[in-house]
């Protein structure tokens, strides 16, 4: 089952109220929310001994820090600011200005003051830089929202996912250590510590999943991670291979059966080529890979009845996987005629296999296909098992599916003669 289909599955088994992910684009579209309350920024020594005194009173408090934003890698400013809210006020205090009070220090170590923040840990750590204490009863909504089914982890997006509405960020990466600070700062950096106190507060008003069904949402959504990165350094593989076919290269490439060499079947040099590459008399036909059936038209060959049976065959369906079929056509046109054998037929399949699938669409010509090794040595059935003379010879060798090790198996061929009807060379 898909990553993100098994999230989702997991979720249905239960009456949630939580969405796991939302947009960018969905946000946006919300109304903007944003605390209302009284807003009391410290930033005078004396101040501090009322606000402390008002924050001890609370049970629950949402907190977020903000500092100096950098823009060269390697430099980090101090914590400037830590804002501390409950739900009708929030006290910006500005540590730049009155450092980092131990009063203050001691309602993070407070056991009966609850504190709730996002990523919470990173927070902490910055205030104990400034003067140290020990956490206690610290909450980081992250870990707590993935109780609920929530793998969101920006606070914004929490928000949205819980309450339905946004909350600004434009104020993000402006100037904490200003002299003044602005309204607006004002406003972002309280309503930031003021949504963690509403999230808090309203997660723990609904039922969580269960533990075992939370260690599955997390095991699900790590599994999703990886293939999303998966897919995206496929997609830069495959633009790196399509770019070098273009320019009539020779690459090393997984295929649905073993791993092939492969260039553009149209270009007479790119062909003549790879057969040097692969130390290859000349003659000899090699087979196509193109990513549909259309593409098999698009080279002026019909297709008989016989043919279309078996091409629908081969088509993948859900929980299945299908034997590869290579078809030996009894003649097509708009290739190099090199790839043809003697008697003008080419063998061609239609790959289903992702990576190839997605190369030949990208490029939209065929690709020549023929086994990863020199002519006369055993055909790899893995890319460990590449000659590496080979590797050194082409002009890219792909880097998707090298790890895998189950060893390969070649396709069926059949052969299609004038008349339409067909022999098996291969079962």
């Not at 859900?318 to 080419?346: F, Q």
Request: aromatic share 8%.
């Amino acid at each position: 089952m898909c990553a993100f289909l098994e999230i989702e599955a997991i979720l249905m088994e239960h009456t949630k109220q939580f969405v796991p992910h939302i947009s960018k684009e969905l946000v946006n579209l919300m109304p903007l929310a944003q605390f209302d309350g009284e807003t009391i920024v410290i930033d005078r020594p004396e101040q501090v001994v009322e606000a402390v005194s008002y924050l001890r009173t609370a049970s629950v408090l949402g907190v977020d820090t903000e500092a100096r934003p950098s823009f060269t890698r390697g430099i980090h400013y101090p914590t400037a600011l830590v804002q501390i809210a409950t739900e009708q006020r929030c006290y910006l205090f500005r540590l730049n200005k009155i450092g980092f009070p131990p009063s203050l220090a001691k309602i993070f170590s407070s056991k009966q003051i609850c504190k709730v923040g996002l990523a919470f840990k990173d927070d902490l750590n910055g205030l104990r830089r400034l003067h140290d204490f020990k956490p206690q009863n610290c909450v980081d909504l992250q870990s707590l929202g993935a109780e609920y089914g929530i793998l969101d982890l920006g606070l914004q997006k929490i928000f949205a996912i819980v309450f339905g509405k946004k909350i600004s960020k434009s104020q993000q990466l402006t100037n904490w250590e200003a002299d003044t600070l602005t309204p607006e700062q004002a406003h972002y950096a309280a309503t930031d510590a003021w949504a963690t106190l509403l999230i808090y507060n309203a997660l723990r008003e609904s039922k969580p999943l269960p533990k075992r069904e939370v260690e599955r949402l997390k095991s699900a959504e790590k599994e999703a991670q990886v293939q999303h990165q998966l897919d995206i350094n496929m997609h830069k593989d495959i633009d790196r291979a399509v770019e070098v076919l273009q320019n009539g290269g020779v690459i090393l490439y997984p295929t649905d059966t073993v791993w092939g060499i492969g260039c553009d079947a149209t270009n007479d040099d790119a062909v003549s080529r790879l057969f040097r590459l692969k130390q290859r008399d000349k003659g000899k036909s090699v087979l196509v890979l193109v990513d549909s059936v259309e593409r098999i038209m698009g080279l002026g060959i019909e297709i008989p009845d016989a043919a279309s049976g078996l091409l629908e065959v081969s088509k993948p369906e859900e929980g299945t996987v299908p034997k590869p079929i290579t078809i030996i056509y009894p003649a097509a046109r708009g290739v190099s005629e090199a790839i043809l054998a003697e008697d003008g037929s080419l063998g061609i399949r239609v790959t289903y296999e992702k990576f190839s699938h997605l190369l030949c669409e990208q490029f939209g010509k065929p690709i020549v296909s023929t086994s990863a090794n020199f002519s006369g040595r055993p055909t790899p059935k893995a890319f460990c098992e590449i000659d590496a003379k080979l590797l050194e010879t082409a002009d890219y060798v792909c880097h998707s599916r090298r790890g895998e090790n189950t060893p390969a198996k070649p396709s069926s061929i059949v052969k299609i003669d004038t008349n339409g009807a067909f022999k098996i060379i291969r079962p």
